[in-house]
Every structure is written in C-alpha cells, then in structure tokens.
C-alpha cells in the first residue's frame, strides 16, 4: 500500500458519508442552509461550513448526528415514495392535513422531524 494513501479512520469515513449525503438530500430538496441550520440543531455559521464541505457531522455530537440520519432517511423516503424530486419538493411545501403543517415547517424541530418521518413512514408500509 502507498504511504501516501492511508485508510480513513471508520468514524471519520463515516462522518463525510453523513456529512455528504445530509448536504445532497438538503439541496436536492431545495431546503436552504438555514433550514438546515434549524433541522440540526447547528448554528447558521456551521450550517454554511457543512455545505462547503469544511465541516463533518460527528457521531461525538450525538443530536446533530441523529437529526442528519433522520434528514437523510426523510430524504429517502420521499425518493422511495415519488421518486422525482420535484414532487418531493412539492409535497413538503403543500398543506398536509395529517400532519397539520407544511412538512418543511415541520423540519425546523425535532418532533416535527419525527413525526414527517413517522408519517413517511406508515405511507411506504402501505405500498
């Protein structure tokens, strides 16, 4: 093995995994820095690191952690579910009468977090 290309420590791969793949389903759903910013529990200034790539999620920092897999796996529900991100982004911002909100407010706390992905959920168990 080259001494140049030393194998990545599993929680720092792990962490530019989440830290990757958090920023693509955020853009991917056009939800802006500050939304992800207040999904996470980060401030502005980190939000804005995490997007140009000079930040990395930790699973250390356990709620941050946590909010960017349930980010995530809104993210693949929601491509499960519709497949097209236009329809995602037009699900998120359409009135639900289930969930009582636009589910994109609904990321700005944990509980509505949970209760989109709850709701995502119970609608991919019925496929």
């Given at each position: 093995?080259?001494?140049?290309?030393?194998?990545?420590?599993?929680?720092?791969?792990?962490?530019?995994?989440?830290?990757?793949?958090?920023?693509?389903?955020?853009?991917?759903?056009?939800?802006?820095?500050?939304?992800?910013?207040?999904?996470l529990?980060?401030?502005?200034?980190?939000?804005?690191?995490?997007?140009?790539?000079?930040?990395?999620?930790?699973?250390?920092?356990?709620?941050?952690?946590?909010?960017?897999?349930?980010?995530?796996?809104?993210?693949?529900?929601?491509?499960?579910?519709?497949?097209?991100?236009?329809?995602?982004?037009?699900?998120?911002?359409?009135?639900?009468?289930?969930?009582?909100?636009?589910p994109?407010?609904?990321?700005?706390?944990?509980?509505?977090?949970?209760?989109?992905?709850?709701?995502?959920?119970?609608?991919?168990?019925?496929?």
């Amino acid at each position: 093995m080259n001494a140049n290309l030393q194998p990545l420590p599993a929680a720092l791969s792990e962490a530019a995994v989440l830290s990757k793949a958090a920023v693509r389903a955020a853009r991917l759903l056009d939800l802006t820095q500050r939304d992800v910013s207040a999904a996470l529990g980060v401030s502005e200034a980190t939000a804005s690191r995490l997007f140009a790539g000079k930040y990395l999620l930790s699973p250390d920092r356990a709620k941050e952690w946590e909010l960017a897999r349930l980010l995530v796996r809104l993210f693949r529900s929601l491509d499960a579910l519709w497949g097209h991100e236009d329809t995602a982004r037009t699900w998120l911002a359409s009135d639900n009468l289930a969930l009582a909100a636009r589910p994109r407010d609904l990321l700005r706390s944990v509980e509505g977090m949970v209760r989109v992905v709850a709701y995502l959920d119970a609608a991919r168990g019925r496929l």
